[in-house]
């Protein structure tokens, strides 16, 4: 039993680890560079340029900030369980997000819209992410993968992307992220049910309020 309890507890916590909010820009960018549209014919330079900055901006920078508010005694680990702990992070997190949005408005060729919008939208849903967290822990887990959801559903209204697939399979991965949060006992099931509403319902409002 105690052997079970471990390789679910292993499993939950790479689950995490796999689809940690920080990489859903990435993945997102991912999927549209290669869904079809006249996004996947972009310049393979343009592209690369593109993906870099946006993996820096979103995740590798706001990751490698953590060690050092480790040492600062303002967190005390990765997870960031306590709700207090979450705001510098989602802070600086923001900050980078919209450093990622004026990166790419100011290259020398030129970025579609939605891949712009795609980063702007990430960054609201941070902020709406801090603001709750200021007084209830929510799973950011959920507002990500729920902002990827409906982000990919969108862009295929938009631009008649064929990608019922995608969707399912990140719809399954929804409830497993859920599942695993549950399971780690890093979130309370309101709190799961609540980050998946924000981040949906919240990255389809942003979109529409963008694009129209």
């Known amino acids: 039993m105690i052997q079970k309890e471990t390789?679910?507890?292993?499993?939950?916590?790479?689950?995490?680890?796999?689809?940690?909010p920080l990489l859903m820009p990435t993945y997102a960018l991912i999927i549209i560079l290669n869904s079809g549209t006249?996004?996947?014919?972009?310049?393979?330079?343009?592209?690369?340029?593109?993906?870099?900055?946006?993996?820096?901006?979103?995740?590798?920078i706001p990751v490698s900030i953590i060690p050092f508010l480790m040492q600062l005694k303002l967190v005390n680990g990765v997870d960031l369980k306590e709700r207090k702990e979450r705001i510098i992070p989602l802070s600086i997190t923001a900050a980078s997000y919209y450093f990622a949005f004026y990166l790419l408005s100011r290259l020398p060729f030129h970025v579609p819209?939605?891949?712009?919008?795609?980063?702007?939208?990430?960054?609201?849903?941070?902020?709406?992410?801090?603001?709750?967290?200021?007084?209830?822990?929510?799973?950011?887990?959920?507002?990500?993968?729920?902002?990827?959801?409906?982000?990919?559903?969108?862009?295929?209204?938009?631009?008649?992307?064929?990608?019922?697939?995608?969707?399912?399979?990140i719809t399954l991965v929804s409830g497993v992220i859920a599942f695993a949060r549950l399971k780690l006992e890093a979130h309370s099931p309101m709190q799961i049910y609540a980050g998946f509403l924000i981040g949906f319902s919240g990255m389809v409002l942003i979109i529409y309020f963008s694009m129209f």
């Open 38 to 60: 006249h996004y996947s014919y972009l310049p393979a330079q343009a592209q690369k340029i593109i993906y870099v900055l946006v993996f820096l901006s979103t995740f590798l």
């Open 113 to 169: 819209q939605f891949l712009k919008i795609l980063i702007l939208a990430s960054a609201i849903l941070i902020v709406i992410n801090l603001l709750i967290n200021l007084k209830w822990k929510i799973s950011s887990h959920l507002i990500g993968i729920s902002g990827l959801l409906a982000l990919i559903f969108t862009f295929s209204i938009i631009y008649y992307a064929n990608l019922l697939y995608v969707l399912i399979l």
């Open 7 to 20: 390789y679910s507890n292993l499993f939950s916590k790479l689950i995490s680890l796999l689809f940690h």
